[in-house]
């Protein structure tokens, strides 16, 4: 578990424009956010938007955060950011004040490392069922991301689990243990395709079958 060593700090200012109005801070490189939390009042915030791409490239939605709001130090998470649909910039962000004593629900993502020999050896596919997991603990204690070492997938049979993974017992996994993370798939044989093309050829006759038979005969006058 990597966790972070030095806070991710990051400067905001307090806004008033909103609505449509948020349009001529976006003209300025700055982006709107709003920022909430448990048992207190939202907040409508600006940050820059090179320095928040900086700050979301090392934190994600998972690590804290450190917001300077006008002289103060909140401890926040990102907990949403929209795009614009054709640039996919930046256009607004949510930011959720944690209580350092109370336990927070987040997703941690996961990083694949190493190289799978029943990939390389055995020319098998690998098959990732999830790229982040879901973790309660004290805003402290939140991991950066968990690597998963892929080169003990040396077989077929071989999986990667919930229950493998190197967890703090300060951090509950919201998974049961048995969940497979990635496993290695066994190639398609030249047989199997072959079936596999004959099994669609044969869909498909019937398809043209049912169509034909569905058909409404034309009447001669």
Do not use: W
Request: hydrophobic share 40%.
């Amino acid at each position: 578990m990597n966790k972070m060593t030095n806070a991710i700090t990051l400067k905001a200012t307090i806004r008033t424009e909103i609505g449509k109005k948020a349009d001529k801070l976006r003209k300025q490189d700055l982006i709107p956010a709003v920022m909430y939390g448990n048992k207190i009042a939202a907040e409508n915030i600006s940050v820059n938007y090179n320095e928040f791409k900086k700050v979301y490239s090392k934190a994600g939605e998972s690590a804290l955060v450190q917001l300077e709001v006008e002289g103060k130090k909140l401890n926040v998470l990102i907990h949403d950011i929209q795009l614009a649909p054709m640039s996919g910039k930046v256009t607004h962000i949510d930011f959720f004040q944690v209580n350092m004593k109370e336990e927070v629900e987040t997703e941690i993502p996961l990083e694949f490392v190493g190289e799978a020999p029943a990939v390389k050896a055995l020319g098998g596919v690998l098959i990732k069922n999830m790229d982040e997991i879901s973790v309660k603990c004290l805003p402290s204690d939140l991991p950066e991301k968990y690597e998963i070492d892929i080169s003990v997938l040396a077989t077929f049979d071989d999986v990667i689990s919930v229950k493998d993974l190197k967890i703090s017992d300060k951090v509950e996994i919201l998974l049961d243990g048995e969940t497979v993370i990635a496993l290695v798939s066994a190639p398609r044989t030249e047989e199997s395709l072959s079936e596999l093309d004959t099994k669609v050829e044969e869909d498909v006759s019937k398809v043209a079958g049912v169509v034909k038979e569905e058909a409404a005969p034309v009447e001669k006058k």
